[in-house]
C-alpha cells in the first residue's frame, strides 16, 4: 500500500491582484509516479517553485514525509529536482555535473561515486561521464540532467516538464527511462507537464491543474473514463475532446448540432457535450446519432490519423486507423456522414462546468 | 518549375560531414519533406539549396542550371523560417506588397497578388490590422504569404510550425497542405516532427548521420521502412526489434518466440538477424487462437485517441502492442498474441530490410 510522500493542504499565492494558486490540494504518494497536467497559464511553475521552497505561499501548507515544510528553506526539505531546461555546466564534466548536489551537502568520495554509478546504471550514461557537455547531443544532455536531479538519493523528485522542446523520438526514449527508473527507485515522481500526450504516457495517477486548483486526482483509466468537469474532461486526453453546447429539457439534449436522449440529475439547463474522439465513428452505424459533416484535414500520426472535420461551423475530431483510412477513401474536403456514440456523451453543466450526466446508449 | 538536383554534396565543418556525399533529386511541383533528428544535416542541406551555405564539395541544379555559388538573391526561390519574418509596425496587407515592390509589377497586379495570398492563407479579414494584433500563428501565415506572393519557383520551409503555440499549430497546419495542394512549386521543408513529414508531404527523405537514408512517400516510408532507422523514427512508438536472441532459422524457415507460424524467407534466410512488428500489429486476445502465443501485460499507458499501449513480456521477450480503448487489459493479466507474416519486416545484421 503506497503512503503519502508529499501532501499539500490549500495552497494559496497571488501576485498583486492576480491570484494563481487558490485553495490548491493534493497528494503524492510514495511508489507512484503522479502527473499534474494543465494547460499553459494555469500555474505550474509556480505551483513548483512554492513546493520546492523557492518562493512563499500566501496560505496553506506544504508536507512531506509528514513533516510540515511549509517554512522551511529548499535545502531542508530533501526533495529532487529535475528542471524544464538542461542548464548543464559546460566547465565540469558529466560525472562533475551528476555529482555536483551532492558537491554542495559536502558528500563523501565514496558517496558522490556510489551515486554516480547509481544513476549512470539507470540512465545508461555509464559511457559518458568523462565527456564534456558540449561534447553531448540534446537527448544525452536532458539525460545527464534527469541523473543530476537523481543523484539525490531521496524518495520523493519533482520532475519540471523536464521533456519540454526536446526532438519527438528522444522524448518517446526518456519517457521510457523515466517510467522504468520510477519503477526500479519506487519512489514518488511528481511530474508536471502541459502535454496531454506525456500525462497519459507516464501516469500511474493524474492530476488535473485548471485555474489554480486541482481539480480532479485519481488512477489514470479512472479520470479519463470520467471527468468528473469540463476541464478534466478537455485538459487529459489527446486529440482534445469534441465540445458542443447546448440545452436539456425533459432527459433530451439539444443543440444545432444534435440531439441525444441523456440520464442527468437536475431539471433544465444550458449544457455542453464533452465527446472524446473515439466516441466518433465515420459513416452510418446502429445505435448511433448521424451528422452530416466535412472532412478538413487528415493529420498522419503514423499508425493512426486524426480526422479534422466541420458540422456547421463546429470543429469534430475523430481518431481512425490505416485501415480505416484506406477502406473508407477519404480525403480532404469530402462530405460524409459521422455517427456520435451516446453512450461517450458526458454532460457539463453550462455555468458551473461540473459533470451533471450522460448520453443514454440505443437499446 | 524546376527539379532540384544535388550530384555529391558533401558540407563540413571541421572535421565534420554534416552533409555527406548526396545525390538525390527533389522533384518539382511537389512537397519533399527532408525528416530527421536533430544533427543529422537536414538545415544544412536546405541552406545549401538555398544558398546559404556553399557545399564543401558536389554541385547543386536547378534542372540542368548549376547554381552551388550562385548567390541567394538571384536563385528565386521563397524561404520561411521558424520565426516568421515580418515588419513589425506595418499592416498586414503592406507585409505582404513589400516583396512585390521589387519586381516590376503594376499597381493592379500587386493588388491582385496580395488579395490571393490572402484568400488562400485564409487572412483577408485581416488585411488592415497591423502585425503586432495577430498571434504567431497568423504572423507564420503572414510570413508565408510574402515568400509565396513573389511566385518563386522554390519554396523553402524551416521548421515553420515549431515555434508556434500548440492552439495555432493545427490551423497553420490545415493552411499549409491547403497551400501546398494548390501551388505548383517545387516545396522542400525541414522537420524534425515525424507527423508534420507524413500529414504534408509528397515524398519524406529521412536523414541520419548526414546521408539520406530512405527517401519515400509517408505510407511506403512507414510500412515499409528500408532500415531498422527508418522503423524507430517512423510512429509512436517505433517499431519493435525482435533480436537475433529471440529468432530460430531452420533451412528457409524463421521462428520467434513472439509467433507461432514459421516465416518463410528462402535465400535470404541466413541473413535475418532482427525482425521488425508496429505495435499496431500486434493481435490481442483473450483466448488462445491460431498461431496465437502465450504473453503477460507488465505495463499499460494511454494515447492517442484513448488506445491503450500495452507493454508485453515473452518470457525474455518485451514488446508493445496497442489496442482499442474498450479492450484494454490489465497489469499482470495473460493474454494471447498474433501478427500476420506481412506485417513482419526482416532486417539484416547491419539494420537493412531484406
Known amino acids: 500500500m503506497s503512503s503519502s510522500a508529499l501532501e499539500v493542504k490549500g495552497l494559496s499565492k497571488s501576485y498583486g491582484d492576480k491570484s494563481v494558486l487558490r485553495d490548491l490540494s493534493f497528494t503524492a504518494a510514495l511508489n507512484d509516479f503522479s502527473v499534474i497536467c494543465g494547460k499553459p497559464g494555469n500555474g505550474k511553475s509556480v505551483l513548483v517553485r512554492t513546493i520546492m521552497g523557492l518562493e512563499d505561499v500566501d496560505a496553506g501548507q506544504i508536507i512531506v514525509r509528514g513533516q510540515d515544510v511549509t517554512d522551511a528553506d529548499s535545502g531542508s526539505r530533501d526533495i529532487g529536482y529535475i528542471p524544464q531546461s538542461f542548464a548543464l555546466y559546460p566547465h565540469f564534466s558529466v560525472r562533475k555535473n551528476i555529482e555536483y548536489p551532492l558537491t554542495l551537502i559536502k558528500a563523501s568520495k565514496e558517496a558522490k561515486t556510489e551515486a554516480v554509478d547509481r544513476v549512470s546504471e539507470l540512465l545508461k550514461i555509464g559511457d559518458l561521464l568523462e565527456k564534456m557537455p558540449v561534447q553531448l547531443s540534446g537527448g544525452q544532455k536532458q539525460r545527464v540532467a534527469i541523473a543530476r536531479g537523481l543523484s539525490k538519493a531521496t524518495d520523493v523528485y519533482v520532475l519540471d516538464d523536464p521533456l519540454v522542446g526536446l526532438d519527438f523520438k528522444l522524448r518517446e526514449r526518456l519517457i521510457e527511462d523515466l517510467r522504468l527508473t520510477q519503477e526500479k527507485l519506487k519512489v514518488a515522481f511528481l511530474y508536471i507537464t502541459s502535454d496531454p500526450l506525456e500525462a497519459l504516457q507516464l501516469a500511474k ?114 481518431v481512425l486507423s490505416r485501415t480505416d483510412i484506406e477502406g473508407l477513401k477519404l480525403i480532404e474536403s469530402k462530405n460524409l456522414t459521422i455517427s456520435i456514440k451516446p453512450e461517450a456523451i458526458t454532460l457539463f453543466d453550462f455555468d458551473s462546468k461540473k459533470k451533471i450526466g450522460t448520453g443514454v446508449a440505443h437499446v | 518549375m524546376y527539379d532540384i538536383n544535388l550530384k555529391n554534396v558533401t558540407k563540413s565543418f571541421g572535421s565534420l560531414n554534416a552533409v555527406n556525399d548526396i545525390t538525390f533529386t527533389i522533384p518539382k511541383s511537389s512537397v519533399t519533406v527532408l525528416l530527421g533528428p536533430s544533427g543529422c544535416g537536414k538545415t544544412t542541406l536546405m541552406r545549401m539549396i538555398a544558398g546559404l551555405e556553399v557545399p564543401t564539395s558536389g554541385n547543386i541544379f536547378f534542372d540542368d542550371i548549376e547554381v552551388t555559388r550562385v548567390p541567394t538573391k538571384r536563385r528565386n526561390l521563397g524561404m520561411v523560417f521558424q520565426y516568421p519574418v515580418i515588419y513589425r509596425g506595418t499592416s498586414v496587407k503592406r507585409n505582404l506588397e513589400l516583396p512585390l515592390l521589387t519586381e516590376k509589377l503594376s499597381k493592379e497586379e500587386i493588388s491582385k497578388r496580395v488579395h490571393d495570398v490572402a484568400d488562400l492563407l485564409g487572412i483577408s479579414g485581416d488585411l488592415n490590422k497591423m502585425v503586432e494584433e495577430l498571434d504567431n500563428g497568423t504572423r507564420q501565415k503572414i510570413a508565408v504569404g510574402r515568400a509565396i506572393a513573389r511566385q518563386p519557383q522554390i519554396i523553402l520551409f524551416d521548421e515553420p510550425i515549431t515555434n508556434i503555440d500548440i492552439t495555432a499549430k493545427l490551423e497553420l497546419k490545415r493552411s499549409l497542405k491547403e497551400v501546398f495542394s494548390r501551388l505548383s512549386q517545387t516545396i522542400v521543408y525541414v522537420t524534425h516532427d515525424q507527423t508534420e513529414a507524413m500529414t504534408l508531404a509528397d515524398q519524406i527523405a529521412l536523414m541520419q548521420d548526414g546521408v539520406i537514408t530512405q527517401c519515400a512517400p509517408p505510407k511506403e516510408i512507414y510500412e515499409r521502412p528500408k532500415s531498422q532507422f527508418a522503423g524507430w523514427f517512423l510512429g509512436n512508438p517505433g517499431i519493435n526489434f525482435i533480436e537475433k ?74 514488446v508493445k502492442a496497442r489496442v482499442p480503448h474498450q479492450r484494454g487489459r490489465e497489469i499482470g493479466e495473460n493474454v494471447w498474441t498474433s501478427v500476420n507474416s506481412s506485417d513482419i519486416i526482416m532486417f539484416d545484421e547491419n539494420g537493412a530490410a531484406l
Open chain 1, 205 to 318: 495517477t493524474v492530476l488535473i491543474l485548471a485555474d489554480g486548483k486541482i481539480i480532479q486526482q485519481g488512477a489514470l483509466a479512472d479520470v479519463y473514463d470520467a471527468p468528473s468537469s469540463l476541464p478534466s474532461m478537455t485538459t487529459l486526453g489527446f486529440p482534445e475532446a469534441n465540445v458542443i453546447p447546448g440545452k436539456i429539457q425533459s432527459s433530451n439534449f439539444t443543440s444545432e448540432i444534435f440531439e441525444a436522449v441523456v440520464d442527468v440529475t437536475g431539471g433544465s439547463t444550458a449544457a455542453i457535450a464533452g465527446i472524446r474522439p473515439e466516441g466518433i465513428l465515420i459513416g452510418k452505424h446502429p445505435g448511433t446519432i448521424a451528422v452530416s459533416a466535412t472532412l478538413t484535414l487528415l493529420e498522419n500520426l503514423g499508425s493512426e490519423f486524426a480526422a479534422y472535420l466541420d458540422v456547421k461551423g463546429t470543429q469534430f475530431i475523430t
Open chain 2, 245 to 318: 536472441e529471440h529468432i530460430s532459422q531452420t533451412g528457409s524457415g524463421i521462428t520467434s518466440s513472439l509467433f507461432s507460424q514459421t516465416l518463410e524467407a528462402g535465400s535470404m534466410a541466413s541473413k535475418v538477424k532482427v525482425l521488425g512488428v508496429r505495435a499496431e500489429a500486434i493481435e490481442v486476445h483473450t483466448k488462445q487462437t491460431a498461431h496465437s502465443r502465450a504473453a503477460r501485460v507488465v505495463r499499460k499507458s494511454l494515447g492517442i485517441g484513448g488506445q491503450y499501449l500495452l507493454d508485453l513480456e515473452y518470457g525474455s521477450l518485451k
